[in-house]
């Protein structure tokens, strides 16, 4: 019997057929379940920066959207407005209809002297309500799901080429006479090497925090993404300030 069973095509490719249903019902659910955590992540910062916008409005402020609204309201009653609105999670605004929750982040935007970005982008900000600005005073804007990498100013391994010889020499010659035996030529060769370390410590740019907020199948698809992105941002800051010869050096050492 059940070998007939398994030699009938029919019943073969109806199983096959289930197979195939349930593996594409699993995946759909997959896929739903991303979209809507990548959705949550991307509200959750409109919703926070919204919160506190609101609880810094002046009373002066309140009184002003009262005279430019067609209809009576009273300040009290836009105050009262302004009160539920700061009660909401990003929970909150997710459950929301479309128009509505468009309404409140471009309400957010124009607050802070901002247009809506375009579609697929957002600000980055230097705190709270303070949009980052870049060189020509303009807000800086940021491609969602991408890493945003920051480079920091600090003392850091910056020598030139002859130090670098130098330090190379001295740490492979205070080995050798080590090996030797020869315990004091060995520390004065490493108390030479380390106040030669010292000198060659300068202030330039390095690598500073990075911080990706992007669905999980993205992240697991390049984990070295942040890492190439803060090498490439470093790279071209200390080009632009005059230490073009040291990425070399960096780049023997790893930091690069």
Same mark, same amino acid.
Request: charged share 30%; glycine share 6%.
């Given at each position: 019997? %059940?070998?007939? +069973? ?10 096959? &057929?289930?197979?195939? +249903? ?10 739903? @379940? ?23 409005? @002046? ?17 009290? $009653? ?10 909401? @999670?990003?929970?909150?605004? *997710? ?14 935007? $124009? ?10 982008? *957002? ?9 980052? &600005? ?25 020598? $030139? ?8 020499? %001295?740490? +492979? ?29 300068? #202030? ?25 992105? *803060? ?23 790893? #930091?690069?």
């Amino acid at each position: 019997m %059940l070998r007939d +069973i398994f030699r009938n095509k029919w019943i073969l490719g109806g199983i096959a &057929l289930l197979i195939i +249903i349930a593996g594409g019902c699993y995946f759909y659910y997959q896929y739903t @379940t991303a979209q809507y955590e990548k959705q949550a992540a991307e509200t959750a910062e409109f919703a926070r920066q919204w919160k506190i916008n609101q609880e810094s409005k @002046t009373k002066n402020e309140v009184e002003r959207t009262s005279n430019n609204r067609q209809d009576d309201a009273s300040p009290q $009653t836009l105050a009262e407005e302004q009160e539920e609105t700061k009660k909401l @999670t990003h929970t909150d605004i *997710m459950n929301l209809p479309l128009k509505q929750r468009k309404s409140i982040f471009n309400s957010f935007y $124009t607050q802070h002297g901002l247009k809506p970005p375009p579609r697929g982008y *957002m600000y980055l900000w230097e705190r709270p309500g303070i949009p980052l &600005l870049d060189e020509n005073g303009k807000p800086i804007l940021h491609k969602r799901h991408e890493p945003i990498v920051k480079l920091k100013t600090a003392k850091a391994f910056s020598p $030139t080429a002859e130090e670098y010889e130098m330090l190379k020499a %001295l740490d +492979i010659e205070a080995g050798s006479q080590r090996v030797l035996g020869n315990t004091a030529k060995a520390e004065q060769l490493e108390s030479e090497y380390n106040q030669l370390y010292s000198e060659v410590m300068r #202030e330039r740019p390095v690598a500073g925090r990075t911080i990706w907020v992007a669905p999980k199948s993205k992240k697991e698809s390049d984990p070295d993404k942040p890492d190439r992105i *803060m090498k490439e941002k470093l790279r071209s800051a200390l080009i632009d300030q005059g230490f073009s010869d040291l990425i070399p050096i960096l780049e023997e050492i790893g #930091e690069l």
